[in-house]
C-alpha cells in the first residue's frame, strides 16, 4: 500500500520557466512533509518542508504548497535551472510522532537549457 | 561537521550469503533509519534506530536486522540474501526528538548474483 504517491515519473521544463512536482498522500494522520532532491550515485539532500498546519513554505526559488483537503502537496521551482535535474523525493511522518518517513517514488526533473 | 558516512560504498554477494552494512551518522544525532532503494519503488523504509533501541520498523522480512551502539553508529544485516536484495541502501541520521528532516549517507550498493 504506497501511502505517498508521486505519479509522474518524469517531468521536463525549460530553463527559466517554473517546474510543478506534485505528491499525493492517503494518511491523514501524516502532518509534516518534505522534498528531498537526488543526484546519482548520491544520497537524497533536504529542500524544504512543511507542517500540516501551514498552506505554503517558501525558500528563495522553492515553494511547496499542501492541501490537506485533498492529501496533495506541490513543489513550485521558479526558475528553473539546469542544475535542478535530479530525482525530487516527496516524504510524510506523523502518526503520533513515530519520526518513521515514508517516501515516494520519485519523479525525474529534466531541465533543458 | 562531518555527515553521514556509509561502508562500504559497493557490494557484491552471492545468493545464500550475508552482508553486513555499516553507518555512521553525523555527530550528536541520535537517530539512524535506513532505507532500501530500487527502481520504481523509491525509498522503502526498513528501520529506525533512537539511543540504540529500534523504535520504527517497515514492513521488511526478518532477514533484514539492525542494531544501533552507544556512539550512534549503526549496522544493518541481510541474511541468507535473494536476487531482490539487489538494491541501493541508505542511512539516514536526525536528531529524531522533534519533526526535522533527515541527513542521509551516499549509500552502499548491493549486488547480489
Known amino acids: 500500500d504506497q501511502q505517498v504517491k508521486q505519479n509522474s515519473p518524469s517531468l521536463s521544463v525549460q530553463e527559466g520557466r517554473i517546474s510543478i512536482l506534485n505528491c499525493d498522500y492517503t494518511?491523514?494522520?501524516?502532518?509534516?512533509f518534505l522534498w528531498y532532491k537526488k543526484y546519482p550515485a548520491e544520497g537524497p539532500t533536504f529542500l524544504i518542508s512543511i507542517s500540516s498546519i501551514k498552506d505554503k513554505n517558501e525558500d528563495g526559488r522553492f515553494t511547496v504548497f499542501l492541501n490537506k483537503s485533498a492529501k496533495h502537496l506541490s513543489l513550485h521551482i521558479v526558475p528553473s535551472q539546469p542544475g535542478d535535474s535530479a530525482v525530487y523525493f516527496c516524504?510524510?511522518?506523523?502518526?503520533?510522532?513515530?519520526?518513521?518517513?515514508?517516501f515516494g517514488t520519485g519523479t525525474r526533473l529534466k531541465v533543458l537549457a | 561537521k562531518a555527515g553521514v558516512t556509509q561502508t562500504p560504498r559497493y557490494l557484491i554477494k552471492t545468493r545464500g550469503q550475508q552482508v553486513t552494512l555499516s553507518c555512521s551518522p553525523i555527530s550528536g544525532h541520535r537517530s539512524v533509519s535506513w532505507y532500501q532503494q530500487t527502481p520504481g519503488q523509491g525509498l522503502q523504509f526498513l528501520f529506525e534506530?533512537?539511543?540504540?533501541?529500534?523504535?520504527n520498523k517497515g514492513n521488511f522480512p526478518g532477514r533484514f536486522s539492525g542494531r544501533q551502539f552507544s556512539n550512534s553508529r549503526s549496522e544493518m544485516n541481510v541474511s541468507t540474501l535473494e536476487l531482490g536484495d539487489s538494491a541501493l541502501y541508505l542511512c539516514?541520521?536526525?536528531?529524531?526528538?522533534?519533526?526535522?528532516?533527515?541527513?542521509f549517507g551516499p549509500g552502499t550498493r548491493l549486488t547480489v548474483l
Open positions: 494518511n491523514s494522520m501524516f502532518d509534516y
Open positions: 516524504a510524510a511522518s506523523g502518526t503520533s510522532g513515530t519520526y518513521k518517513y515514508i
Open positions: 534506530y533512537f539511543s540504540e533501541t529500534q523504535r
Open positions: 539516514a541520521s536526525g536528531q529524531g526528538v522533534s519533526y526535522n528532516e533527515q541527513f
